[in-house]
């Protein structure tokens, strides 16, 4: 048990570098190569959208999908890391919702046509999913009303859609990054097929996001990090019926 859980705080402190520099180097890319960031509609504004996603979709994504791999959370009740469980999502989804917001506008401001990619198709499936992951998991798991049965049914289910989502995410992240190179970089002095810095630099940025999502499959999914069933009366201990 000591074993598994200096395992399990390893990888925490390796998912945190992981997701820092996923964020860090969405960032500078945008920053240093893209020309920085906007809030006006223009091609600014729509470096917002990698950075956001990046954020949202794969590192906040991730690092709420692993809540219930702490240790802490096998002792006492399971309300708090509930709420924090879905906290986190609901900021996940609300910087996800901020960086489609910044792409649609940019799209409509350059006459420039919405989803027409699979890259764009991808994401917007990840985005429904997650959205319908969210509502469905507040209703059954936190509010009072769902049987056992019900939750017992839904469980695997939403633990499944929860690595597919992520999954999807690291699908449309890396397809964007490969998007956006061939679109920026096609002038005859600095193809994409020459690999010049950016390409290189954008594309281990590609890389660290799949490693991050790679290592929060892998945690999730490893058996001796698992949490235990709880009881029957912490797993139907619902958010509107709490008196601690």
């Known amino acids: ?29 945008a920053q240093h190569w893209r020309g920085g960031f906007a809030w006006d509609g223009g091609q600014y504004m729509f470096n917002w959208h990698p950075v956001l996603m990046v954020s949202g979709m794969v ?11 702490l240790p802490q959370a096998r ?17 996940a989804f609300v910087l996800t919702v901020v960086g489609l917001v910044a792409v649609f506008r940019y799209h409509s401001r350059a006459r420039i046509t919405h989803l ?28 009072p009303w769902a049987s ?3 939750r017992g049914l839904l469980k695997p289910l939403h633990i499944f859609f929860g ?25 005859a002095t600095m193809p994409y097929q ?31 990090w698992k949490c235990p069933e709880p009881g029957v009366l912490a797993d139907r201990q619902p958010l509107l019926c709490d008196r601690e």
Not at 75 to 91: F, Q, T, Y
Not at 172 to 178: A, F, K, T, Y
Not at 199 to 220: D, Q
């Open 1 to 29: 048990m000591v074993m598994a859980s200096r395992g399990f705080y390893l990888a925490c402190l390796l998912l945190g570098a992981l997701g820092f520099l996923c964020v860090l180097c969405t960032t500078y890319w």
């Open 59 to 69: 590192v906040l994504y991730g690092a709420a999908s692993l809540v219930y791999r």
């Open 75 to 91: 002792l006492g009740p399971r309300l708090p890391w509930k709420a924090l469980h879905a906290a986190l999502h609901l900021g």
């Open 116 to 143: 027409y990619s699979l890259h764009s198709w991808l994401g917007l499936a990840a985005t429904i999913l997650f959205a319908c992951q969210w509502f469905l998991g507040f209703a059954v798991f936190l509010l």
């Open 148 to 150: 056992l049965w019900l």
């Open 163 to 187: 690595a597919a989502i992520l999954s999807l995410s690291m699908a449309s992240v890396i397809s964007g990054i490969n998007e956006k190179l061939f679109f920026s970089l096609k002038n």
């Open 194 to 224: 020459s690999l010049p810095s950016e390409a290189i630099f954008a594309n281990s940025t590609g890389l660290l996001v799949v490693a991050f999502g790679i290592l929060v499959l892998y945690v999730l999914l490893a058996s001796s």
